[in-house]
């Protein structure tokens, strides 16, 4: 009997998920560079052969939340409420960047374990911060596409780059001084908003200061014709 494809999904995502435990307990027990790909499949008891049907490196396994979590960010910015502002919508999606991932993971031990490897591996830092630039351009492109009549090539980036940076960061410092799951997602939304009251702020003045200097231009060409 062929299996239904939503019980073989569920199937390959308990496998995923399996794959990314067992690397990252590796990697805490005992370090990134030490943990081979051999140690992680027989960890998740699969063969080498499955774990490369499913992840090309052990890198990608360490990345996997991060990836996970843009995933969201992208489904809730295409599923935004007609006429919501972007900034709204770009702050809830960073505050997504704070949640944890995987299910069955209530405390968020495996992004704990995820944010201390790139806090303490130079390596990884680089790697974070290039995996980070390619979610970041893929939420400006995103948002782009969302609201065409509002963006530019060179603000909406910059702002993206705002929000989820300080997201990043406070999800970073609070996982460090040992703060509970919440507490994390409390911090990281505390942060946003500020981030995002300022951004709205600034926009509406840089929004006001066109419209009267396309007012001004437009009343110093008339009295030119007159």
Do not use: N
């Not at 705002?162 to 505390?190: F, N, P």
């Not at 702020?201 to 066109?210: D, K, M, P, T, V």
């Not at 009267?212 to 231009?217: E, F, L, M, Y």
């Amino acid at each position: 009997m062929t299996e239904q494809p939503g019980l073989r999904e569920r199937k390959k995502e308990r496998t995923r998920r399996s794959l990314v435990e067992a690397a990252l307990r590796l990697f805490a027990q005992q370090g990134y560079d030490e943990t081979t790909i051999d140690q992680i499949a027989e960890a998740a008891e699969i063969s080498r052969r499955t774990f490369f049907s499913y992840f090309p490196s052990k890198e990608d396994l360490l990345f996997a939340g991060m990836h996970r979590r843009a995933e969201a960010i992208l489904r809730g910015i295409e599923a935004r409420a007609p006429h919501e502002p972007m900034i709204d919508v770009l702050t809830l999606a960073a505050e997504e960047m704070a949640g944890h991932p995987w299910d069955g993971d209530p405390d968020g031990d495996l992004g704990r374990i995820e944010i201390r490897l790139i806090h303490e591996v130079p390596a990884l830092q680089a790697r974070a911060l290039y995996r980070l630039s390619v979610v970041e351009a893929r939420i400006a492109e995103a948002l782009q596409e969302a609201y065409p009549e509002a963006s530019d090539q060179i603000t909406v980036p910059a702002l993206v780059g705002a929000v989820v940076r300080a997201a990043t960061v406070s999800a970073m410092t609070a996982v460090q001084q040992g703060r509970t799951i919440d507490e994390v997602r409390d911090e990281v939304c505390r942060t946003v908003h500020i981030v995002g009251d300022g951004l709205r702020f600034s926009l509406s003045q840089a929004e006001r200061h066109a419209s009267q200097t396309d007012r001004h231009g437009s009343q110093e060409l008339s009295g030119s014709e007159a």
